[in-house]
């Protein structure tokens, strides 16, 4: 898949680091456990500084999704892109695509189990999505 490649910041480095390693890392506050995502220093239940990246399951649910059928460059302008809302298992939503399916309504039923995978664009690993193997449900 093409398309830009991000560009860390100070506050994104740590999850860009866990991908490189084909590990999804979202932060959890030590003080009251919770998992959250995007990256703050803070955490947004209880306003603790003690927080900390942890890796995650990098399994999940899909909760919404568009397919786009007209992408933009530097996205490949023939190729559908599914931009999905995804439910992780530890309970942070996040932007992410899926792959590996056909990009129609009838393949991305809502609720769908997915895991996550890595896609290397330029010097990054993105994690994306895929849907869950029957044999690691």
Known sequence: MTGPVPVP???TTPYW??????ELTIQQCQSCTQHYFYPRPFCPYCNSDDVVWTPVSGRGRLLSYV???RPT???DAETPIVVALVELEEGPHLMSNVIGVDP???NLPLD????VTFVERGDLKLPMFTPLQESAR
């Open 9 to 11: 910041t100070p506050a």
């Open 17 to 22: 680091e866990g991908a490189q390693r084909e």
């Open 67 to 69: 397919i786009n059928y």
């Open 73 to 75: 460059p530097p996205f």
């Open 104 to 106: 129609t309504p009838e």
């Open 112 to 115: 769908l189990q997915l895991e």
